[in-house]
């Protein structure tokens, strides 16, 4: 069975653009994770979907981060307009229930120039 | 709110060698605990995870880890260390019983290096 799947691998965008990231879960997981690493810190939680519905996004930096997870299935994540300080990796992760494990997709890497 | 400290941002070892990686944390009951592997180009892998009970637990690819509660520790071991095993790796703590999400409060990780 897939693992979870994250695309692209890497993002290179000038200051100002737009990026969108996305994530496709284990299929039949409801539960869907968003998580960021900028460069040498943690690995910080950002938001979590159960099936289309956001559970927590009390780690979204602002408002320039808009994730959305239409029908359930895989979730996009947009940054508008991408900032220096957005660069990072983000992880995407699945769970088939709340309090079940997480897996993790290897993770998008952006870089805002 | 919970916290996690991973102490060595790089550890070098020959193959063949131990390894203990450090892990802290700061909460203030006990909290499940994880330690995720992440090699290049993968995602996070769990490599072990305590709830409660026997305080050494085993995981996968020889890996096992302590829990020690007067040190507020977690610290991964592996007694002799594969060229394979050279990858980053990430400790991290859930809160027991918060009656929140089980979102998992991560460390820095710490990259280790595996020398021929």
């Known amino acids: 069975e897939a693992g979870v799947t994250q695309f692209p691998s890497h993002s290179v965008i000038e200051k100002g653009q737009t990026v969108t990231l996305r994530c496709d879960p284990i299929s039949g997981h409801d539960n869907l994770y968003w ?11 950002l938001l979590h979907f159960v099936k289309e ?7 979204m930096p602002n408002n320039r981060f808009l994730a959305e997870r239409t029908g359930g299935t895989y979730s996009t994540l947009k940054v508008q307009p991408a900032e220096l300080e957005d660069s990072g990796v983000y992880f995407c992760a699945s ?3 709340q309090y079940n494990e997480q897996f993790f997709g290897p993770g998008t890497r952006l870089t805002v120039l | 709110a919970q916290s996690v400290t991973q102490p060595d941002i790089h550890i070098t070892v020959s193959e063949g060698a131990s390894l203990e990686l ?8 006990t909290p499940y605990l994880f330690w995720y592997v992440q090699s290049p180009g993968q995602g996070l892998q769990l490599l072990l995870k305590y709830f409660s009970g026997d305080t050494l637990v085993q995981g996968i690819k020889g890996f096992e880890a302590e829990f020690k509660r007067s040190q507020s520790s977690f610290n991964l071991r592996k007694p002799s260390v594969h060229w394979s095993d050279a990858a980053e790796y990430f400790c991290a703590v859930v809160p027991f019983g918060a009656g929140g999400s089980y979102i998992p409060t991560f460390g820095r990780g710490t990259s280790l290096i595996v020398h021929p």
Do not use: P, W
């Open chain 1, 35 to 45: 998580y960021r690493r900028v460069m040498g810190k943690e690995i910080k939680f």
């Open chain 1, 53 to 59: 519905s956001k559970q927590d996004e009390s780690g």
């Open chain 1, 95 to 97: 769970s088939s229930g």
């Open chain 2, 22 to 29: 450090r892990c802290n944390y700061s909460y203030g009951a």
